[in-house]
């Protein structure tokens, strides 16, 4: 039988998520979940992520955003290793990432997100010694507020 799944977004899917992910999701798949696994694949992966329109680097911190944002710290976590390893974001921009989202969400997310960063970072034996420290110039200091 042909398969249902587009070829581009199954290779978009394993280029992003990683071939052992993609291969138990789909060796799991079931007929009750056979027409999600093709509406993601088919919609999500070739009819957004395989269009090149928006760039995997930039798509994979919207996803991180919308994940914080909706409280999906699971599947925070997963789409954050694939963004420092798969897509290769930046660590410069992961950070901000999760400064901006914290500001926005509130401190509870940004403590979940940096602890779930730091699990990962750790997996992953990223050496931060090499990331540029942030500027902090421009934040509020409290010792200038009596100088005022």
């Known amino acids: 039988m042909k398969s249902l799944l587009s070829e581009r977004g199954t290779q978009t899917r394993r280029d992003v998520l990683g071939a052992d992910w993609v291969d138990r999701n ?4 079931t007929e009750f979940d056979r027409a999600w696994q093709m509406y993601v694949t088919n919609i999500n992966w070739a009819g957004t992520w395989s269009r090149n329109i928006i760039p995997q680097q930039q798509l ?5 955003a919308m994940l914080a944002a909706s409280g999906q710290m699971k599947e925070f976590e997963h789409h954050f290793h694939n963004a420092l390893v798969r897509t290769k974001v ?8 999760l400064l901006h989202v914290a500001q926005y969400c509130g401190i509870p997310t ?16 990223i050496d ?9 110039d421009y934040l509020y200091k409290l010792g200038d507020e009596a100088s005022t």
């Open 60 to 64: 994979s911190l919207i996803n991180l």
């Open 90 to 97: 930046p660590l410069p921009q992961l950070r901000e990432l």
């Open 110 to 125: 940004g403590t979940d997100m940096f602890r779930i960063a730091r699990h990962v970072l750790e997996q992953e034996g």
């Open 26 to 29: 789909l060796q799991n798949t």
């Open 128 to 136: 931060l010694s090499t990331l540029e420290p942030l500027d902090t």
